[in-house]
């Protein structure tokens, strides 16, 4: 089934949240980047993807929230005393996608070189280090750990109610 129905995630929405999930997995590895002075194989396996694999995470998080609008009225529904806070957690996990790439982006010119996805380039290198892009880049960082934050709690919540109360709210989205 494509689409989503009231008891079941729709094969597309499936698609979407398994392929982000394991993408952005892989981008937390450039946490490894703290330890060592940055020289960590983590970091030196993954590290040279971080930009191109995370400008597609930002894509695909555009695509599956404008698909996610298309299913609002037919989408298993988030009951319970929590549902705000779920779904407030849903929408920051949704800005931090779309908000990290161009945010990495700055960081990366307010440095002083230029971002290139996949070997194009796409914002030349500057003459200088950009001040103002550095500054605003930083709070990449900051959202890196936010997300992390409530990626942990989501499974942990995810985990909870498949394992202790014995729910389908795993099983919808598997
Ligand atoms: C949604 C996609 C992305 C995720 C989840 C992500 C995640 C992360 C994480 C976890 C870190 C480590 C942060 C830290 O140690 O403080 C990081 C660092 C970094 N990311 Fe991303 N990233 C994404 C996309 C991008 C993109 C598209 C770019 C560039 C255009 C980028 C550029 C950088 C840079 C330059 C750093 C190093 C920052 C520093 O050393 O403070 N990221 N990212
Ligand atoms: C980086 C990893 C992840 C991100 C960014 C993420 C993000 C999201 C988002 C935004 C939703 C809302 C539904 C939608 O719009 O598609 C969602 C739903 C869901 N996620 Fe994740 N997710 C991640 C990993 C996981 C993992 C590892 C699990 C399981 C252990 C999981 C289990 C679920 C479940 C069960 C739902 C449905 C919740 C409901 O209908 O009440 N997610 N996820």
Redesign the pocket.
């Known amino acids: 089934m494509i689409n989503d129905s009231i008891d079941r995630y729709g094969s597309i929405t499936r698609f979407f949240h398994w392929l982000v999930a394991v993408l952005?997995f892989q981008?937390?590895f450039?946490?490894a980047?703290?330890i060592n002075d940055g020289k960590h194989w983590l970091g030196d396996t993954f590290g040279p993807y971080?930009?191109s694999i995370?400008?597609i995470?930002?894509i695909l998080?555009i695509l599956r929230l404008l698909w996610s609008m298309k299913q609002k009225n037919q989408r298993p529904i988030i009951e319970g005393a929590n549902s705000k806070l779920v779904k407030t957690v849903h929408g920051i996990m949704y800005f931090?996608?779309i908000a990290?790439?161009p945010l990495?982006?700055l960081?990366?010119h307010g440095h002083g070189y230029p971002?290139k996805?996949f070997g194009q380039v796409l914002i030349e290198k500057p003459a200088d280090k950009v001040q103002w892009a550095h500054d605003i880049g930083?709070l990449?960082?900051i959202l890196?750990?936010v997300?992390?934050i409530l990626v942990v709690g989501h499974i942990g919540a995810a985990l909870y109610h498949h394992f202790i109360r014995k729910d389908d709210t795993l099983r919808r989205m598997a």
């Open positions: 952005v981008q937390f450039k946490f980047d703290r971080h930009v995370g400008a995470i930002m998080a931090c996608l990290m790439p990495g982006a960081y990366i971002v996805v930083e990449h960082s890196a750990i997300l992390a």
